[in-house]
């Protein structure tokens, strides 16, 4: 149609603004006819009309004082129900703990990934201490984060969603069943250490989110074994689920003797009385129910 | 094992039910947890035996009115959906 270049003032800024979003409106338009040009009151396949006139629209609600205040104040209402959201939020999920473990960066889950499958050359697994504070895990390889455990929980479900598409049993719902189950174990895993651990009245300073942080670091061996699995077949899995297996084993030792044990038993000196017995039972225990959790969690991907 | 969040719920729930209908006199003295044997010594080591006994009256205090709470809303709900 006609472009007249100078129709009025206004054309050449909402032709500039409206260029990005909708380049493809106006040959759109031009295609078809241009029935939305009638609700402004336009005639309709007046194109240049259309652009001019949303523009216009969006050029007055800025400077209109009305919608100015109604912008501040909705604004204004929306920063305080955050607030209150946030600060309700707080008592039940402690939001400000959590940004601790999450604080990673790409070379610490580089070095833990290594660690996890391979952790016989690491020599010293202690966490180290900045003012009382443990450090971020960004700065030191062996405090425990929740960003391994919940991106290898979702990748687990994901796997586990394809492994059980290769078998042609895959459907949907399966998905929601694999997630709610692996969680349940997980749960009931968390709590059975929880209460071994007030039982044995072990001093540590483990938090529950520690704990949820040391159970998920089995789905990346998980992962692996059923990766393996898929690619390779059975005795792949098989292999790969030992190595794994016995991997996190000795993690899980030489991270929870440090902080479960007292200072002597920790070094590897033997220390009579049944506290540290059983201490080390409790140690023992955890670090051998992982892999019974890892086997039984992914025998039924790989048929 | 397909589990669900709400099998979780429901064993929690008749886990604390179980552990709140043990009964001192009949059940728990002849064990060697009975009310008249109290916990020995604040010593630094109270050992399971004291800790698990701590832990079912503890339990037995504290849910025992949230418990009528629960198993009355889960009767009839059950009662309801089936």
New interface residues.
């Given amino acids: 149609m006609d472009y007249t270049p100078t129709q009025s003032g206004f054309r050449q800024q909402p032709n500039m603004r409206l260029r990005n979003s909708s380049a493809d409106g106006l040959e759109g338009s031009q295609l078809f006819e241009d029935t939305s040009g009638a609700a402004h009151g336009l005639q309709t396949g007046n194109q240049q009309a259309g652009p001019q006139a949303a523009g216009f629209t969006g050029q007055s609600m800025l400077s209109d004082p009305m919608s100015n205040l109604a912008l501040a104040y909705g604004s204004s209402l929306a920063s305080q129900g955050r607030e209150m959201v946030d600060k309700n939020l707080d008592r039940f999920i402690p939001i400000s703990k959590m940004k601790y473990y999450f604080a990673v960066d790409t070379v610490y889950v580089g070095k833990k990934l290594g660690l996890l499958v391979f952790p016989y050359m690491h020599k010293n697994w202690e966490v180290s201490y900045q003012q009382d504070t443990p450090v971020a895990p960004r700065f030191d390889v062996n405090a425990p984060d929740l960003y391994i455990p919940a991106m290898g929980f979702i990748t687990y479900v994901l796997v586990a969603g394809l492994a059980l598409g290769t078998q042609n049993r895959f459907s949907p719902e399966l998905l929601g069943?694999q997630a709610?189950?692996a969680?349940?174990?997980l749960?009931?895993e968390v709590l059975a250490v929880l209460l071994s651990l007030?039982?044995?009245?072990a001093n540590t300073d483990l938090t529950t989110i520690d704990l949820l942080a040391f159970s998920g670091y089995k789905y990346v061996g998980m992962i692996i074994g059923v990766v393996a699995g898929l690619l390779f077949g059975r005795p792949a899995y098989y292999l790969s689920l030992l190595w794994c297996c016995a991997a996190i084993f000795v993690f899980m030792i030489r991270t929870l003797r440090l902080k479960l044990l007292s200072d002597a038993a920790a070094e590897g000196r033997l220390v009579r009385g049944t506290?540290n017995q059983?201490r080390m039972y409790l140690t023992m225990s955890i670090a051998a129910a992982q892999p019974i959790f890892m086997y039984w969690l992914t025998y039924h991907l790989i048929r | 094992m397909a589990f669900t969040l709400y099998s979780l719920i429901q064993t929690a729930i008749l886990c604390i039910n179980a552990i709140a209908v043990l009964h001192e006199e009949r059940f728990l003295s002849k064990f060697g947890f009975g009310v008249e044997q109290g916990v020995g010594g604040f010593g630094d080591d109270p050992g399971v035996k004291a800790q698990v006994l701590t832990l079912i009256r503890s339990v037995r205090t504290v849910m025992r009115v949230p418990l009528i709470i629960v198993n009355s809303a889960s009767i009839v709900l059950l009662l309801l959906f089936g």
């Fill in positions: 069943v709610s189950s969680f349940v174990w749960v009931m007030y039982l044995v009245t506290r059983l």
